[in-house]
């Protein structure tokens, strides 16, 4: 029986409008090669981060620095790293064949003929270049509002200095003597800072890196954007501008999805000798000298949406891709509209997010700020969304990001929770903005106090000492 001539037996000729196609994926590049460049380019990001940003000295940066080489993305499941240049990258920096120079705003790295630079500019942070030598954008200055400085904090940055009971301070002398990588630590009510203190390299003024804390910043954004009615819900498909095929699995992706780590983004990875595996993304972003929201836009679905909980960045670049789509698609000036959301309505006036090469707002880490303006995120946490008498976030949000909503992780809404006891003398209800090397903002909303705390890239802090000494305050504040 012959077919129909209307009848087609392998495209679906039915009429889709609105969509631009299905988008082609990103490819990791495994090669040692590939490898080398971005274990360049990260060095150059981190003397960046610690000098130019933070404004350390030579001498305190390069005490700092740990050489850390990029490294093949992990499976879905834990599995052994293939390809490893670690030996060989520790073997040439004690050489001395692997050079930093830093100068006039810039870092430079070299090993061999491997070049990679990174430059800071005000409100754009550390930015990757990679071997380029400019950024894609012009970054331009960004208007922010003044600092209320006479004003009591948190609203203002007025901190009124206060000594910590003595039970508190001997908690806090054994935090550090544990810590040596901690820049400080800043433990406040909703009012008012309780105490403060800072290590040998930190200071009140002193911005730090966040690293993933930044994701919960892009979370609160997100819900910013639910409580303006940008965006209708949680639960709708997320409006990624690389997404917009119906027919396409991404469709199938959530905005609970990515905030909660579920969305099963990840990418192939081509290996030197040809094969090809599927990876998860949770460093590339900080190594490539990239366009990240294109890039996380370009991940391949790997597992059913909703399905598994793995960490990774790409999903929080693809919120940025909506943010930045949903204030330019209103003909809003993006880098200026993207602080005004929320770090500037919170009076975060040292907070600043790192730039890709393209001129995105990082989402997923690498934003900086002092303690006091850490702090006021926790703030805005504990008061349920209200900030000076103005609601900022949706009736409900607060629970909905503190809160887990799957078993078999402690993960929230791009918030830690203490679900699973990882702090054992703390409430259960205890959530956290949490980064790499430790940085944290605590919200224990029982008790009514935040507890932001700094600590620099790739040194333990005390974790116990660290529970003890909240659980101290606790005792003393309650």
């Not at 609160?220 to 990624?240: E, N």
């Not at 000798?273 to 990239?290: C, K, M, P, T, W």
């Not at 949706?394 to 990882?422: I, K, M, Q």
């Amino acid at each position: 029986m012959s077919q129909p001539p209307w009848m087609e037996t392998i495209f679906d000729r039915s009429p889709v409008l609105g969509h631009a196609g299905l988008v082609d994926p990103v490819i990791f590049d495994g090669s040692r090669a590939a490898l080398r460049q971005r274990t360049v380019n990260f060095a150059a990001r981190r003397y960046a981060d610690m000098m130019l940003v933070s404004g350390l000295d030579r001498a305190t940066a390069d005490r700092h620095f740990r050489l850390r080489v990029a490294q093949l993305p992990s499976g879905l499941d834990a599995h052994a790293i293939e390809v490893s240049i670690q030996a060989e990258a520790d073997a040439d920096f004690a050489a001395g064949r692997l050079g930093v120079t830093v100068e006039a705003g810039q870092v430079t790295v070299r090993w061999g003929g491997i070049v990679g630079r990174a430059i800071s500019r005000p409100g754009y942070g550390t930015i990757l270049l990679g071997p380029a030598e400019a950024p894609d954008f012009a970054p331009s200055p960004i208007p922010r509002p003044v600092r209320e400085a006479g004003r009591a904090w948190p609203i203002g940055d007025a901190v009124e200095s206060a000594s910590a009971p003595p039970p508190l301070a001997a908690a806090m002398d054994a935090f550090f003597a544990g810590s040596p990588g901690a820049y400080g630590v800043l433990i406040a009510r909703p009012d008012r800072v309780l105490v403060e203190r800072y290590g040998a390299f930190g200071a009140p003024d002193r911005a730090t890196p966040s690293w993933s804390m930044t994701k919960a910043i892009t979370c609160t954004v997100i819900g910013r954007l639910i409580h303006d009615g940008w965006l209708r819900s949680m639960h709708d498909p997320a409006p990624a501008p690389l997404w917009s095929d119906p027919r396409g699995i991404h469709h199938l992706i959530t905005l609970d999805h990515l905030v909660r780590m579920r969305a099963g983004l990840g990418f192939p990875v081509r290996l030197e000798d040809g094969r090809v595996l599927i990876g998860f993304e949770n460093s590339a972003v900080y190594q490539e000298a990239a366009n990240a929201f294109e890039a996380a836009q370009r991940s391949i679905v790997a597992t059913v949406p909703g399905a598994v909980f793995r960490y990774v960045n790409s999903g929080m670049n693809v919120l940025g891709a909506i943010i930045r789509d949903q204030i330019e698609r209103r003909g809003l000036p993006y880098h200026a509209t993207a602080y005004g959301l929320l770090i500037d309505r919170l009076g975060m006036g040292s907070y600043q997010h790192s730039a890709d090469k393209a001129g995105n707002l990082i989402a997923s880490g690498a934003g900086y700020a002092t303690l006091r303006d850490y702090a006021k995120l926790g703030v805005l946490y504990l008061n349920d969304g209200m900030w000076n008498g103005e609601r900022l976030l949706p009736d409900g949000w607060v629970d909905y990001a503190l809160t887990p909503s799957h078993t078999g992780t402690s993960y929230a809404a791009c918030f830690r929770s203490n679900v699973e006891g990882a702090f054992p003398d703390l409430p259960r209800d205890t959530a956290w903005a949490s980064g790499a090397s430790d940085q944290k903002i605590f919200v224990l909303r029982r008790h009514r106090l935040t507890v932001a705390v700094a600590n620099e890239t790739d040194h333990a802090m005390d974790m116990a000492a660290l529970n003890r000494m909240i659980a101290t305050a606790i005792d003393c504040y309650a």
